[in-house]
């Protein structure tokens, strides 16, 4: 009987490991990678070309490598990187699921991929059909009435938001002074916050991990210009009572801001602006299938209720009489966001997933992601400390309470988790519990792989009671060891590896 999670212990998870050198080590004088044919390549002097006097005094010291060493190179430093295409990936907040190559196919498809951002709107009427009617669908999926795409990130989508709330504030006579946020927040909301220009106040959550009703209603007053917060929260929790927390926010005249980084707990079951929620930022790179992680492109769309819709960034999509095109006026816009129209292949990769889920897959997606984060939670009981141990949405918070007691740490059982074949979850955040492990196991895992991960956390968690050095000492598997971290941020050595 094959078990596909199986592999991915043992054997299997240590792989073939190879010695790659830096590319300027390898190689040799004179040695190139293809010669280009001189007919159409004449060998014109560079001084000729750019002046004498930019050139550099010594040729640069480039690698000379022939072809099969460039593609070696590569393809081994790709190996030694850890993707969702490669493993199990339970960071939290992330929502590192498994993405589509169907995407890809569409977000590849000439027409698309070979236009130009200047090219006119009566050529460019496909993209822009899929830009408003992406626009429509989160709209739809999150119950808000406008958008924009442009953001492109999360983080930028929080900006985009705080400034049309400080927009909106300043047209009704006073943009207020203080923006809200529970302590469970992640850190791009007391940023976003920040950089337009409003004092952050903190709000402590309840022993019950959700925001405190009571510290909430002292803290909302008339210089209060928002509420932030994320449904559900960072905890991994819904916030049950986000009506009345809505009610009142509004009731001193404040806006309420969701985060949507966690919109896979909610996708066809709940929506933000049914909440009461003025406005939220979506990540099509998390919630909506595009490959994240080391840095973008990633998507942020902006959705706000109408009455914040004139400050939206410019252009924004439009369609009348059947044809679409940008709209540059907008008198209370805050602006661009981003040259001409986000990252248009992630908006291309968010719409071929949501149409290929259709409204009844967006909802199984939810479900699935609820269910499998319960299963891990429900199963390590007992093995790991679970600060708030209730149902919880599609990931849930363990702490290294247990281990402790051993000395071993957080820290400890994720790099164990590396000499296991397992990307570790996301540890030390939320900063509310102590030694936090954050795990999101997302819809698209297999049974039998969440099973063999459980399996790894109970064994870490067992080793690190009867032999606490076999989790402190790891990893022994990985290409590279136990790192002084900080070392490794600030004077990073590429050669330390090979
Ligand atoms: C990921 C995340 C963000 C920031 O989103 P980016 O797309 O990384 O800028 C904000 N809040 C929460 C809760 C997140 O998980």
Redo the contacts with the bound molecule.
Sequence with gaps: MSNEGNLMKGEAARGLIFNEPLIFKKGKKGRTGCDLPEKLFPSTKPEKLIGASLLRGKAADMPEVSEPEVVRHFTRLSQWNFGVDSGFYPLG??TMKYNPKVNELAAGLEGFAGLHPLQTDETAQSALQVMFELEKLLCDITGMDAGTLQPA????G?LCGMMAIRALLEKRGNARKKVLLPDSA?G??PASAALCDYDVVSIPSGPDGLIDIKKLKEAMDKDTAALML?NPN?LGLFEKDIKKICAIVHAKGGLVYS?G??LNALLGKARFGDMGIDVCHV?L??TFATPHGGGGP?S?PCLVKKELKPFLPVPLVIKSKGKYSLKWDSKNSVGAFHGFNGNFSVLLKAYTYILTMGAAGLKDISEAAVLNANYVRAKLKGYYDIPFDRYCMHECVLSDKIQNEHHVTTLDIAKALIDRGFHPPTIYFPLIVKGAMMIEPTESESKETIDTFIEAMIEIAELAKTDPEAITSAPLNAKVKRMDETKAARHPDLNCCT
């Design positions: 907040s992330c990130a999360g983080a930028q929080e992640h791009t909301n994320t960072t985060d980084a966690n990540n790179h998390k990633g942020g």
